[in-house]
């Protein structure tokens, strides 16, 4: 039955309405800017059909989310619209002309950008993740498993894309790092990819990273905290319409992948696979639900397709030996037009699954206040995850056969945080004349509630931003991190500093 409810799924997919973009295009960094400016222009009500859920989007699709935007900026006489629209415009001006149908099908730019980065880091890396083999330098998350060593460190990241025939498209993001602990620098692909358009439906490989869920400082099931995965994916990149009384569940995405993790670990070489679907009911209304298994690798018991999907859909296999570690999550957002866009959102996460529905519970939950005064200049953002399954002692991204964790290159795959913790996230955002924004957060986290000793965090940013010429824009922040009972040990009180300066440049 499981098996039968998958190819329905696909089969609806296939016969979707394309609804929107389908050329093939470069998937957007996640770290980039333009998430939460597209994030406060539909705070300012000009866009009602992103899906937040479900990230990266691609320059098309964030192009087409501009477009939205631009075709209700009438009924928005807000200054920081017109800003927002134009810095967008700027940077999506070729994805926005292909839309309207104002430029050529194929083209190859072996230079589309270039970032540079320096970094200061003063302070080791927290061991405490959920004892699995994971570790964190507190202040440095959800950047791609990118690892700055304690002192002075510098980054190079260029980007590059070409497109065939409207429907092969190729990128890649080459990066060269040079740490002050070590005189030489080493080059890697931090990512890149080759897709091919099918209709709606997009089919690629290569190193991604995938954000699934609601939360913005981190999400449950996966975010981009860890190394980029070597991926086989399949997904709808610009929600579709399906056919039939399917069209009820509004704009629909849909996101598949398949990989394998790295040799060093205690299974070595185990597949790790996931499914997400997220929809819009309603234009106030998104849901979504995420599925992660990792199974199989050196010295465990093999699984076939038939078993996977099982697994994979929401049912344990039946006897015998625990053959996965699964996790999964539902998650909604809920917008409240008339209190000023204000935004509720949140995700409920289990390790494991009994009597048809998630066990072992963990929960995000948050709001997201995007016009604090008449000018909407201002946001507001308050977080709260809770990854301590109290009673039970350390299970989030833990288990008994991979005991390394849910984890990749020693980094968690889902928050960062790691398991048995809890934290408290506050962000206030500005964007201001001039092409200046700035934004200041603290974040409050414990980690340890199984243990006598809990270890905790204090941890205040500022990060400020100017787009200084239509092709350059400069980034910095600046972050703090008072440690109290590092390692869980009494009286082990510690400070660390981080800083970013971060120059991005556009050809």
Same mark, same amino acid.
């Given at each position: 039955m499981k098996k039968w409810i998958v190819l329905l799924a696909a089969l609806m997919l296939a016969l979707a309405s394309p609804g929107f973009a389908a050329s093939v295009s470069a998937p957007l960094p996640l770290d980039s800017w333009v998430y939460p400016a597209l994030d406060k222009l539909e705070g300012l009500g000009l866009i009602d059909s992103s899906l937040k859920g479900s990230r990266p989007y691609t320059r098309l699709e964030a192009a087409r989310l501009t477009a939205a935007a631009r075709r209700s900026h009438s009924a928005s006489r807000l200054p920081v619209a017109a800003e927002l629209l134009?810095?967008?415009?700027?940077?999506?001006?070729?994805?926005?002309?292909?839309?309207?149908?104002?430029?050529?099908?194929?083209?190859?730019?072996?230079?589309?950008?270039?970032?540079?980065?320096?970094?200061?880091?003063?302070?080791? !890396?927290?061991?405490?993740?959920?004892?699995?083999?994971?570790?964190?330098?507190?202040?440095?998350?959800?950047?791609?498993?990118?690892?700055?060593?304690?002192?002075?460190?510098?980054?190079? +990241?260029?980007?590059?894309?070409?497109?065939?025939?409207?429907?092969?498209?190729?990128?890649?993001?080459?990066?060269?790092? +040079?740490?002050?602990?070590?005189?030489?620098?080493?080059?890697?692909?931090?990512?890149?990819?080759?897709?091919?358009?099918?209709?709606?439906?997009?089919?690629?490989?290569?190193?991604?990273? =995938?954000?699934?869920?609601?939360?913005?400082?981190?999400?449950?099931?996966?975010?981009?905290?860890?190394?980029? =995965?070597d991926m086989l994916r399949i997904t709808n990149p610009s929600p579709v319409l399906l056919p039939w009384v399917f069209k009820y569940l509004g704009p629909l995405r849909f996101d598949m992948f398949w990989s394998e993790l790295e040799s060093a670990r205690e299974v070595p070489n185990p597949y790790f696979a996931g499914m997400r679907l997220n929809f819009k009911p309603l234009p106030w209304l998104e849901i979504g639900g995420s599925r992660a298994v990792m199974f199989g690798g050196e010295g465990r018991p093999g699984i076939d397709l038939s078993e996977f999907v099982t697994i994979l859909v929401g049912k344990n296999l039946e006897?015998?030996? !625990?053959?996965?570690?699964?996790?999964?999550?539902?998650?909604?957002?809920?917008?409240?037009?008339?209190?000023?866009?204000?935004? =509720?959102?949140?995700? =409920?996460? /289990?390790?494991?699954?009994?009597?048809?529905? +998630?066990?072992?519970?963990?929960?995000?939950?948050?709001?997201y206040l995007p016009q604090l005064e008449p000018s909407g200049r201002l946001a507001l953002r308050?977080?709260?995850?809770?990854?301590?399954?109290?009673?039970?002692?350390?299970?989030?991204?833990?288990?008994?056969?991979?005991?390394? /964790?849910?984890?990749?290159?020693?980094? +968690?795959?889902?928050?960062?945080?790691?398991? !048995?913790?809890?934290?408290?996230?506050?962000?206030?955002?500005?964007?201001?004349?001039?092409?200046?924004?700035?934004?200041?957060?603290?974040?409050?986290?414990?980690?340890?509630?199984?243990?006598?000793?809990?270890?905790?965090?204090?941890?205040? /940013?500022?990060s400020l931003a100017w787009q200084a010429t239509d092709s350059l824009r400069l980034s910095g922040r600046y972050a703090f991190d008072r440690v109290r009972n590092r390692g869980n040990l009494s009286g082990q009180n510690e400070t660390h500093h981080f800083s970013l300066l971060t120059l991005d440049y556009r050809l």
């Open positions: 134009r810095d967008l415009e700027r940077e999506l001006g070729s994805e926005l002309d292909e839309l309207g149908g104002r430029v050529g099908v194929d083209y190859f730019q072996p230079l589309r950008g270039a970032s540079l980065t320096h970094a200061w880091r003063d302070g080791g !890396d927290s061991t405490t993740a959920n004892r699995t083999n994971a570790t964190q330098f507190a202040l440095d998350t959800n950047r791609q498993g990118l690892n700055f060593s304690e002192g002075h460190n510098a980054q190079l +990241i260029f980007e590059s894309e070409a497109r065939l025939w409207r429907r092969l498209h190729f990128s890649a993001r080459p990066l060269f790092a +040079i740490q002050e602990e070590g005189t030489d620098g080493n080059w890697r692909l931090l990512d890149g990819r080759a897709a091919l358009g099918l209709g709606p439906v997009e089919l690629s490989f290569g190193r991604q990273s =995938l954000w699934w869920g609601q939360g913005r400082n981190g999400t449950l099931v996966l975010s981009n905290n860890a190394k980029p =995965l006897g015998g030996e !625990d053959t996965s570690n699964q996790l999964a999550a539902l998650d909604a957002r809920l917008t409240l037009p008339f209190l000023g866009n204000a935004e =509720l959102y949140g995700e =409920l996460g /289990g390790e494991d699954e009994a009597g048809g529905f +998630i066990a072992k519970k963990a929960w995000l939950a948050g709001v308050v977080e709260h995850t809770n990854l301590a399954y109290e009673g039970h002692g350390p299970v989030w991204y833990r288990h008994s056969q991979y005991r390394s /964790g849910y984890t990749y290159e020693r980094k +968690i795959l889902g928050h960062h945080l790691g398991g !048995d913790s809890r934290s408290w996230y506050g962000e206030l955002s500005a964007y201001l004349p001039g092409g200046l924004s700035a934004a200041l957060d603290l974040d409050y986290q414990t980690r340890g509630y199984s243990d006598p000793i809990r270890e905790s965090h204090l941890q205040p /940013g500022l």
